[in-house]
């Protein structure tokens, strides 16, 4: 008898009418939004203009999908070309089937012209985004849920996965891969929050951190599945992968430290521009402000002497009567003489 096990959804697809909505693309666009989003705030702390994340995701995303696309098609070509199979399913996206390694390699691309046509630091940009790609690839890893697809062995664990019979697959209890996944995700996001905040890490370097801590776990993750996969030596390929795309980050951390340590001091020249053509202007309202109260208190100062005098009657009075006296004493002497 099963005490506990994960259910899987009786579909991955739900019909609003003859549209159809699909859990996987659901959990792809959802990731996209929170990357743009987080990133977004990571690179306006960075010093970078707002709005700038989502217009070079305009450029990534579409290359993103394609890679990746493109990487699964390649690596499963017998999904699609083999005898009896349709090429036309190597078009079907919502269907599953993106690798993130042609994802975040041709993703780069375009991210790079995006960079280019705004004259921001493919490095910087990549820094920024870094957490938020893994937070992203967190999301999306539950439309596997959604496909019961890549899942792992069989397993009699309280939190196994349980699969129903359909093509391609067998009714069980399996390792929720795709759950292991999505958990070492967030904890690679928090490590590179918590990295790039302690040792300022910049040109890249925290791009490469993600990177090489993502290897790690997609390692032994790839490992426990059980879906078809080439092997080579005995490991499946995308371990390989795993392996030489882990020690390139490494390498890059280390040769980008030495060569160019610290984090940039702009990373968007437009934002500097911005910023600096703001202060002008406050200064230049400061000083006309300045301006206003001088006049203010010149005029003041000129009417001052009427407000005194009319402030203080009494000491008119006395002026006034101190020259009558005087007078009256001037004209008695005249009357004498």
């Not at 430290?257 to 911005?274: N, S």
């Amino acid at each position: 008898m099963d005490i506990a096990y994960i259910p899987s959804p009786s579909t991955g697809v739900i019909h609003l009418g003859p549209l159809p909505l699909r859990g996987y693309a659901f959990c792809i666009i959802i990731g996209v939004f929170v990357a743009v989003w987080f990133g977004n705030k990571r690179w306006v702390a960075r010093g970078g203009k707002a709005g700038t994340v989502a217009d070079i995701a305009v450029w990534a995303v579409p290359f993103g999908l394609v890679g990746g696309r493109l990487y699964h098609v390649i690596t499963d070509y017998q999904l699609y070309f083999s005898e009896g199979e349709n090429w036309v399913d190597a078009f079907k996206i919502w269907e599953g089937g993106l690798g993130i390694w042609g994802a975040i390699a041709l993703g780069a691309v375009g991210a790079w012209i995006g960079c280019r046509r705004r004259g921001i630091p493919l490095p910087a940009w990549a820094d920024a985004l870094a957490p938020a790609v893994a937070f992203a690839q967190a999301i999306g890893r539950w439309g596997n849920w959604f496909n019961q697809e890549l899942y792992g062995k069989p397993t009699d664990l309280p939190w196994a996965l349980k699969i129903t019979e359909g093509p391609n697959r067998e009714a069980g209890l399996y390792h929720p891969t795709f759950l292991y996944e999505s958990l070492w995700c967030i904890g690679v996001a928090l490590l590179v929050i918590w990295a790039d905040r302690r040792f300022k890490l910049g040109h890249g370097r925290a791009f490469a951190l993600y990177v090489a801590a993502y290897c790690v776990g997609r390692g032994w993750i790839e490992y426990m599945r059980v879906d078809e996969a080439h092997h080579v030596l005995g490991l499946r390929l995308n371990v390989w992968t795993s392996i030489v795309v882990f020690l390139l980050a490494v390498v890059y951390m280390v040769v980008s430290a030495r060569l160019r340590p610290g984090r940039e001091a702009i990373v968007e020249p437009a934002a500097v521009d911005l910023a600096k053509k703001a202060g002008d202007e406050n200064a230049e309202h400061t000083e006309s402000s300045s301006e206003n109260t001088d006049d203010v208190g010149a005029t003041t100062a000129d009417v001052a002497p009427e407000a005194d005098a009319a402030d203080h009657p009494d000491a008119v009075t006395d002026a006034d009567a101190d020259a009558d006296g005087d007078a009256a004493t001037d004209a008695r002497s005249a009357g004498k003489g």
